[in-house]
């Protein structure tokens, strides 16, 4: 599996000659989800959702389909009919060739006082890849790659390093990082990759890996 890190939380996986999106946002390149046959939308925010993103994946490719929860499916069913999939905590679906299995339900928290909104993880062939959005979220199965979520208006390092440990994934690489600048990078990889306990490395936008 070809694996992709473009701006922010968005992540391209290619494998068989079809290609998965996950988070085509605002923060991501403009051209993020085009190609795309299938895309995954963790939760309504709109560094995660984009409708533009998603307009113009869906008119480059026309058998393209999204999945995504209630929340966000709403907003775009009727601009996608039949091509828009409603998905919770739980469910198991396959997209483009991916096997993929949901987990979580509910954002991290940004403070007391702003309600939760929804969020899902979505893991990829059986705990190759895990993204969850924007949430801590702990997958009941082995991660071999983690996607990890670690600057974030919601978290900071001790939690993201906590979460590295918990998951115990083979390697992790950084996503949700647009808010994070490159004079204080350094500081995250040593840290994370110090006490993480994992292999931590960090892809700029455009690079590619397999996995």
Same mark, same amino acid.
């Given at each position: 599996m070809k694996l992709t890190k473009k701006?922010?939380?968005?992540v391209r996986l290619e494998k068989n000659g079809?290609?998965?999106v996950?988070?085509?946002g605002g923060f991501s390149?403009?051209?993020?989800?085009?190609?795309?046959?299938?895309?995954l939308i963790t939760h309504e925010h709109p560094d995660h959702f984009d409708e533009f993103r998603l307009r113009a994946a869906m008119e480059n490719n026309p058998v393209a389909r999204i999945w995504t929860l209630r929340s966000v499916a709403d907003r775009i069913t009727a601009a996608f009919p039949g091509r828009v999939h409603t998905v919770g905590h739980g469910d198991t679906f396959t997209a483009a060739g991916f096997d993929v299995q949901v987990h979580g339900e509910l954002h991290a928290v940004i403070h007391p $006082?702003? =309600?939760?909104? #929804?969020?899902?993880?979505?893991?990829?062939?059986g705990g190759r890849v895990?993204?969850?959005?924007?949430?801590?979220?702990?997958? $009941?199965? =082995?991660?071999? #790659?983690?996607?990890?979520?670690?600057?974030?208006?919601?978290?900071?390092?001790?939690?993201?390093?906590?979460?590295?440990?918990?998951?115990k994934p083979?390697?992790?690489?950084?996503v949700h990082d647009a808010l994070l600048t490159d004079l204080a990078r350094p500081i995250y990889d040593r840290q994370?990759?110090?006490?993480?306990?994992?292999?931590h490395q960090r892809l700029t936008p455009g690079a590619s890996t397999e996995v």
């Open positions: 701006s922010h939380a968005c079809q290609t998965l996950i988070d085509p390149e403009e051209d993020a989800a085009l190609g795309a046959d299938a895309i $006082d702003i =309600p939760r909104i #929804t969020n899902v993880g979505y893991l990829i062939d895990f993204h969850p959005g924007d949430a801590l979220t702990v997958p $009941d199965q =082995p991660v071999e #790659t983690l996607m990890l979520p670690v600057m974030a208006p919601w978290n900071k390092i001790s939690e993201v390093i906590d979460y590295v440990r918990e998951v083979q390697r992790a690489y950084d994370i990759g110090a006490l993480g306990g994992t292999d």
